[in-house]
């Protein structure tokens, strides 16, 4: 499965599927204090496609959202449980932007979000390390076909796509401050 981006930003963006159905909104303020996040959901609609109203636009519940905070932990609200990342991730390894964030699944097994150089990548934390996600970032298109961003979902992470969002939406602003900060103090990301 494929959720394509409407932005190249996972932060501030529609999530679409395969055929173009809005599936998920990731709305995040800028430069508004506190940081929180809204991640709503596309409430199907039910009537036939003759009925239906051309005009009508998708409407989204309220799925999840994240209070981003500087020095205490942030919150996390999803499925109706409130969490703070200090108690839904733990800490394990390293990559190129921080700490790897591993946390357990909704079927109680455990997963881990890997903080590569590009993209983030959610593999199970099990040994195996199947992949269950990756972030593609928006291809241009010069060499090659251009595509959009999106996020792929392997079947192995199908039964769980609303906390696999989520989780990515958090690890991925983590691993943005990270880039954006190791570029101005000179360690990284170019000149």
Same mark, same amino acid.
């Given at each position: ?14 999530f ?5 159905? @809005? ?17 709503? !959901? ?9 009925? @239906? ?10 799925? @999840?959202? $994240? ?26 390894g390293?990559? $190129? ?6 946390f357990?699944?909704?079927?109680? !097994? ?11 990548k959610?593999?199970?934390n ?14 241009l ?9 999106c996020?792929? $979902? ?14 990515f ?11 954006? @900060?190791?570029r ?8």
């Amino acid at each position: 499965m494929k959720l394509y981006l409407s932005t190249s930003s996972p932060l501030n963006s529609v999530f679409t599927n395969e055929d173009g159905q @809005a599936i998920y909104k990731v709305k995040i303020p800028m430069f508004k204090l506190p940081l929180v996040t809204s991640i709503s !959901r596309v409430i199907p609609n039910d009537l036939p496609q003759e009925d @239906a109203d051309p005009d009508m636009r998708d409407n989204y519940t309220f799925m @999840a959202q $994240i209070d981003f905070h500087v020095i205490s932990p942030s919150k996390i609200k999803l499925a109706g449980s409130e969490f703070t990342s200090k108690n839904y991730f733990r800490k394990e390894g390293w990559g $190129i932007y921080g700490r790897h964030r591993a946390f357990t699944g909704p079927d109680n !097994r455990q997963y881990k979000w890997l903080l590569k150089a590009t993209v983030p990548k959610l593999i199970l934390n099990d040994g195996s390390k199947s992949t269950v996600a990756k972030f593609h970032h928006k291809k241009l298109g010069i060499v090659g076909g251009s595509r959009p961003a999106c996020l792929e $979902i392997f079947p192995i992470g199908e039964h769980m796509v609303d906390t696999i969002l989520v989780t990515f939406i958090y690890v991925e602003k983590k691993r943005k401050d990270r880039e954006r @900060a190791l570029r101005s103090s000179g360690g990284g990301g170019g000149p």
